[in-house]
């Protein structure tokens, strides 16, 4: 049992995604917001906001990142990318400051199940894989 001043928001995980690279220019008062637990980054949607749609990978959008990192860091914010990490970007991220990683998207696993369910089927039916 709970005690009785236990509450909901008590339990609650915050955490803002930053979608509109102006953002970056109030992103100390941003981050300032009491509550908040982490801070996601949403550099497709950064990158529409930034006039560079796509380009997760345009200077704009990489100092986003890096500005986003650095600011959380300074407050103990975890920071997460919002979007699957291919494996050989995993340890920049990390060193970037970045800890919470998506390593596969629910269409990413669901497609290799497929593919295993299928090599199997075909091995066992005498087809090879």
């Known amino acids: 049992m709970r005690p009785s001043t236990w509450l909901a928001n008590d339990t609650i995980f ?10 970056i220019d109030v992103l100390d008062e941003f981050l300032a917001v009491p509550g908040i637990d982490a801070v996601a980054i949403g550099p497709n949607d ?3 906001t930034a006039n ?3 380009d997760r990978r345009h200077p704009k959008i990489t100092g986003a990142i890096d500005a986003i990192c650095r600011v959380a860091g ?3 914010l975890p920071v997460f990318d919002g979007l699957v990490t291919p494996i050989e970007e995993i340890e920049d991220h990390i060193k970037r400051g970045m800890r919470i990683i998506t390593i596969a998207g629910d269409m990413d696993l669901l497609v290799a199940a497929t593919r295993d369910l299928l090599k199997a089927t075909r091995v066992k039916l005498g087809g090879g894989g």
């Open 52 to 54: 560079v749609f796509g």
């Open 46 to 48: 950064m990158s529409g």
């Open 74 to 76: 300074k407050r103990g």
């Open 14 to 23: 915050i955490m803002p995604q930053v979608e509109n690279i102006a953002t």
